[in-house]
């Protein structure tokens, strides 16, 4: 369920063995780690996205179903079909296994998380949308949204209007160095209740880029909590005629409308709500009082990686810890999930004359999570890598042009490798299946 990052992976990695069907609620793929250039500049739209149809059919060879899961149980999923209509369609699809890799959305203050950093594909969340006369699950009503986004900035910037960014992780640092760079008479202020930019990361990848910001003449303002309604605080931060425009690029909200509610936390970002794992990445109940883990849903045969699920494993002190909403976790927690469907499946239908099958692999906190490429504008940026759960760790390993240049590198192979090409098959193949293990949780030979 899902045909992003670690849908796709699934796909790739199982078509061999499995009979793989993709359900997606829209007909393209997006790389959103680069959303945001496309936004600024509409033409590099196409350099991040592709139809998913002729990709998974013809070059993956498997199905392709493309709707919306209403609702996912144990036996099968019920899938609204796009070309169904507003009125029926509805496909009941039938699975000896499922990985649910629905991933997440970027606005943790709206019902639906809608942002316009990811299209608004949902049904019930299209009723509700802002922009609801464009139909974000085909790609020219995706294009349309990001031109006519452009436009309002373009004649924004004419009148040298304000822009107010919240938030100063990595999503807004990038977004307001791109509006910056294209658009260089946009007034530009960032806040964050957070005393630094980019407060998971080193420190010194944080004042790299604060200074940075402060030459382009971009204000920040730290220890601040966003309080729109109140005039105060836009006295605080020096804009008492208040903004033009506001972005919002502080968090995540979970997007698992389908779960049976007993699968889903009461806690997490954006609500909570994310799909509860066990260690070997099986969906699990809502534990009792006496349990730290909820037992096994489904006979263990749904499995959840990437951004829809919980994100940690446990209650504080984890079992593992929280894994950042990221493409790279996401990806490797699918391969560890494809080793485990493997598994379950000789030990349910075992051979005759075949070696004793070994229990399902844990999963671990992936080294990769530990890897952050920050882009300033076009021709600077950060890169960090070692990183862990713990607020400011990990190494800043470069700066300036080259570290934007390795995070276009990764742009361009992984849109490579997501289409199935051997350019970027030849280079991403073998970062899932590293010997050994240089940073993160996981056994050092996994």
Known sequence: IGAQFSGLFVAREMRKDFNVTVVDAKEFMEFTPGILRAFVKPAHLESLVFLLEPVLTKR?????????????????????????????????????????????????????????WSPTVLEDAR?????????????????????????????LNARQGRVLCNGAGLIGVEWVTELKYFFRDLDITIIDFLPRCLAPLPESCSAYCSKYMQEQGIKEHYCVKYSPNNQMFWDQIAMPERADREYTCTGVKACNYFM????????????GRWILINERLQVVLKPTSSQDLGDVWASGRIFAVGDCNYGCIGAPPWIMPPVPKVCYPAEEQAYH????VRLLDRQLHPVDGA?????????????????????????DGCFVIGADDSKGSGMTVCRGRFAHFQKRVIERTKMSEMQDRCFGKMIWHFVHRMPVNLWGKGPWLP
């Open 60 to 116: 993956f060879r498997v199905r392709f179903v493309l709707g919306e899961v209403k609702r996912l149980d144990a036996e099968g999923a019920d899938v609204k079909l796009l070309a169904g209509g507003p009125g029926g369609g509805v496909q009941r699809l039938a699975f000896d296994y499922c990985v649910v890799c629905s991933g997440c959305n970027f606005g943790p203050f709206h019902k639906f998380g809608e942002s316009v």
């Open 260 to 271: 049976p509610a007993e699968t889903l936390s009461d806690r997490g970002p954006g609500g």
């Open 355 to 379: 070696p004793p099958v070994g229990d399902l692999k844990n999963t671990w906190w992936p080294w990769g999570a530990g890897i952050s490429a920050v882009t300033l504008g076009c021709k």
């Open 337 to 340: 999930a494809c080793k485990n």
């Open 127 to 155: 009723l509700q949308s802002a922009w609801g006369g464009l139909d974000e699950r085909y790609l020219e009503g995706r294009k349309q949204h990001i031109l006519r986004e452009h436009e309002e900035i373009r004649a």
